[in-house]
C-alpha cells in the first residue's frame, strides 16, 4: 500500500507505533504498523533518558519479550518520527455474499496480493470484508489473527463463522459444504509461547498499551550546552541563581556563564569559610559588577551548601525558572490571591503556554484481562530495531518534542523548612530565615529524586526529609489538579504533573490530550485563582472512608487522592493528607503543614 495517510506526530507516536492496528479510510481495511523511520534526535538527557526507559523496562512486573539491551548510547537510538509503513491485518477475511472465510495469514498473503479483495469460491465473486477478531496473548503481548479450522471432508474449502451470538464463547465454525454443519465451537487461537490468546476486536482499549515517558527539555536553551564552561563550573552558578546568591536583572544565566571574572581577587587568600569576610568582598566589589563575578557566586554557593552537585533534574527546573520569570503571562496577584497563597505556603504561581516538553514512546505491552481483576501482568515489548546512520541497528526511543500550558506552583521554603521542624525531622527551622538561607538549608538536607522514581516509599532509597517533602508537594500537586478539573470543566486526565522536589515546586500541565480546551490553565489562573485555591484548602481534607483511610491506609486511596496514572508522575505513590491536615484528621500526629501556614487558622510565628 503506498497511499500517504497524514497524522500529527504526537497522534503518530501514541496511536500508529510499530505493532498498533488501526483503520486506514483510503484504503478502507484494517491495518498494522509494521515499522517507523525517522532521523536521530540530538537531546542532552539523552543517557538519562536511556537510563529510565531501561530501568523501567528492567522493572516491569511482566518481564520483556526478547533482549533488553544494556543501556548504552550505542545500544538505542533517540529517533524523531517520520513515517509510518503498514501492512494488512488480520488478514482473515469473509465474503459479503457467500460468507466463505478467507485466511490470508503468514506466508498465505500471496494469494490476497493475486485476487485481491474478492471472493476465491467458484461461482462467487463477492467482496471480501475483514474479520476485525485478533488473538490477543495476556502472557508475551503478541497479537495473531483468529485461527480458521477447517472441515475434515472439505477442508478450508468453504469454512464459515458464525458470529451472530453476543459472546465468543457462543461463536461458531460451520462449513458451507456440509449445509452448515458445526465444524468447531471453540473460538480461540494460540500464541506461539504455547499460551491461548484471548480473543478481542482490534480496536480494544485493552488491545495495546503505550510505555511513554515525559521530560522537561530546554533545548537550545540549556546553558549546560556551554562550549566554554563544564558541568563543575556551571553548577555553583545555577545553585546561586537558585538561591538568590547574586543579582542578575539584565544578565541572563546563559550570559553569567560565559562570563569572565571581572574582580581580579585571589580566592586562594581569602577565608570563603567567613560568611561576614564574603560579604565584605561584595560589597567592596559592588561598583564593579562583583555581585556577578562568577568566581565570587562559586565560592559564595560552595561555602552555602558544600560541593555543588545538582541533579539534571535540579539543573532543567533552576534554567525553566528563570525562562518563566522572563516569559510568564501571569500579572501581578491580587491582595486576596497573595493572602491565599500565603496561607498555603505558597510562594509563587507562574503560568505559561510554552513549557518545553521532551514525549517519548518505547514500548508497549497488550492485555485483554484488568489487572486489578486478577488478571497476570503480560511481558512488555520494545519496539523493532532501526538502522541509524552509522549502519548499526538500535533499539528506538521514538521521540519529539512539544510545547503545552503549565502552571508553576513553587512552595515557600520558610514554611516548608517550618513544617519539617515542627513535625520533629532533624533539620534547623527555616521560618524566621531569609528566603535564600532557607532555601540553602533545605537544598543542603535533600536528595535528587528521579522524575519517575518507583521508590517514593523506600526508606532506604532516599533519607526521611526528602522523602517528607516530595509527599507534601505531591499530595499538593494531586489536591491543585482535582480543583483544577472542578474549576475548569476540564476532565482530570487532561491533566499532569512533573515534580522538582528539590526545587519545592510542581509543574501542572495539559497533558496534550483530545479532551483539553486550550487556554484553560490561563483561563483557571487568571479569573478563577482564588476559588481554584481556596477550594484545595479546604475540599482536600476529607475523604468518604475516614477515619480507616486517615488512620489505616495513610491518608491516601483512590476515593481522595489517587489520580489517573497518565498524569500523576510516580504511580500514586507517597501521597498523605496527612501531611497536610495533620492532627485534623489522624490521631497521634503533628500539626498539618497547612495548620503552621495559617490556611487552618492559628499561624506559627
Not at 398 to 427: F, N
Request: charged fraction near 25%; charge should be negative.
Amino acid at each position: 500500500m503506498t497511499d500517504n495517510m497524514r497524522r500529527g506526530k504526537m497522534q503518530v507516536m501514541y496511536n500508529f507505533p510499530p505493532g498498533a492496528t488501526f483503520s486506514n479510510p483510503k484504503h478502507n481495511l484494517i491495518e498494522q504498523a509494521a515499522r517507523m523511520s525517522g532521523e536521530q534526535m540530538e537531546i542532552a538527557s539523552e543517557q538519562e533518558m536511556i537510563d529510565h526507559v531501561h530501568a523501567s523496562l528492567d522493572n516491569w512486573s511482566g518481564g520483556v519479550e526478547g533482549a533488553l539491551s544494556p543501556p548504552t548510547p550505542d545500544r538505542w537510538a533517540i529517533i524523531d518520527p517520520s513515517d509510518v509503513y503498514a501492512e494488512i491485518f488480520p488478514r482473515v477475511f469473509e465474503c459479503m455474499d457467500c460468507g466463505k472465510v478467507h485466511d490470508y495469514s503468514d506466508e498465505r498473503i500471496r494469494g490476497l496480493e493475486q485476487s485481491g479483495l474478492s471472493c476465491r469460491r467458484k461461482g462467487c465473486d463477492g467482496a471480501l470484508n475483514q474479520i476485525h477478531h485478533v488473538g490477543v496473548c495476556s502472557s508475551c503481548s503478541d497479537i495473531r489473527s483468529i485461527s480458521v479450522p477447517g472441515c475434515d471432508k472439505h477442508g478450508y474449502s468453504y469454512v464459515m463463522l458464525d458470529d451472530r451470538a453476543d459472546r465468543y464463547q457462543d461463536f461458531k465454525w460451520r462449513c458451507g459444504a456440509c449445509n452448515g454443519k458445526v465444524i468447531s465451537d471453540d473460538f480461540q487461537t494460540f500464541c506461539e509461547c504455547g499460551e491461548r490468546m484471548d480473543v478481542t476486536v482490534h480496536s480494544s482499549s485493552k488491545a495495546m498499551n503505550i510505555h511513554d515517558v515525559t521530560r522537561v527539555d530546554l533545548g537550545d536553551r540549556n546553558i549546560y550546552q556551554s562550549s566554554i564552561r563544564s558541568e563543575e563550573e556551571i553548577d555553583p552558578i545555577v545553585i546561586g541563581a537558585y538561591l538568590g546568591e547574586f543579582d542578575h536583572p539584565e544578565t541572563s544565566l546563559k550570559e553569567m556563564v560565559d562570563k569572565e571574572g571581572v574582580s581580579q581577587i585571589d580566592f586562594d587568600e581569602l577565608d570563603t569559610d567567613n560568611p561576614e569576610v564574603i560579604e565584605q568582598t561584595k560589597q567592596a566589589l559592588g561598583q564593579i559588577g562583583g555581585d556577578q563575578d562568577p568566581e565570587l557566586v562559586r565560592e559564595m554557593v560552595q561555602a552555602k551548601v558544600g560541593d555543588v552537585e545538582p541533579s539534571d533534574n535540579m539543573r532543567r527546573y533552576i534554567q525553566l525558572r528563570e525562562i518563566m520569570e522572563q516569559e510568564s503571562a501571569r500579572e501581578t496577584s491580587t491582595p486576596r490571591e497573595t493572602q491565599l497563597m500565603d496561607q498555603m505556603g505558597i510562594l509563587d504561581i507562574g503560568v505559561t503556554s510554552e513549557f518545553p516538553l521532551l514525549k517519548a514512546v518505547y514500548g508497549y505491552h497488550r492485555t485483554y484481562d484488568d489487572e486489578e481483576d486478577g488478571g497476570s501482568t503480560p511481558a512488555a515489548r520494545m519496539f523493532p530495531p532501526v538502522q541509524v546512520e552509522d549502519g548499526e541497528w538500535r533499539t528506538p526511543i521514538y521521540t519529539t518534542r512539544s510545547k503545552t500550558e503549565a502552571a508553576i506552583v513553587q512552595l515557600d521554603p520558610r514554611q516548608v523548612g517550618h513544617w519539617l521542624a515542627e513535625s520533629g525531622y532533624p533539620i534547623e527551622d527555616t521560618l524566621n530565615m531569609e528566603l535564600s538561607d532557607a532555601r540553602a538549608t533545605l537544598y543542603a538536607e535533600m536528595e535528587a529524586i528521579e522524575p519517575y522514581s518507583t521508590d517514593v516509599n523506600d526508606g532506604s532509597q532516599y533519607n526521611e526529609i526528602t522523602l517528607a517533602v516530595h509527599c507534601l508537594l505531591h499530595t499538593i500537586s494531586h489536591l491543585l489538579i482535582q480543583r483544577a478539573a472542578v474549576h475548569s470543566g476540564i476532565d482530570e486526565t487532561s491533566f499532569a504533573e512533573y515534580l522538582f522536589t528539590e526545587g519545592l515546586a510542581t509543574a501542572i500541565y495539559a497533558n496534550n490530550t483530545q479532551n483539553y480546551t486550550a487556554g484553560g490553565l490561563f483561563t483557571l489562573i487568571d479569573r478563577n485563582l482564588d476559588d481554584w485555591l481556596l477550594s484545595t484548602l479546604t475540599e482536600g481534607e476529607s475523604c468518604m472512608y475516614d477515619s480507616t483511610c486517615a488512620d489505616i491506609r495513610g491518608g491516601a486511596c483512590h476515593s481522595c487522592l489517587h489520580m489517573s496514572e497518565i498524569g500523576c508522575q510516580h504511580f500514586n505513590k507517597n501521597l498523605s493528607r496527612i501531611a497536610l491536615y495533620g492532627n485534623r484528621i489522624a490521631s497521634g500526629v503533628p500539626a498539618g503543614f497547612w495548620k503552621l501556614t495559617g490556611g487552618l487558622g492559628g499561624k506559627s510565628t
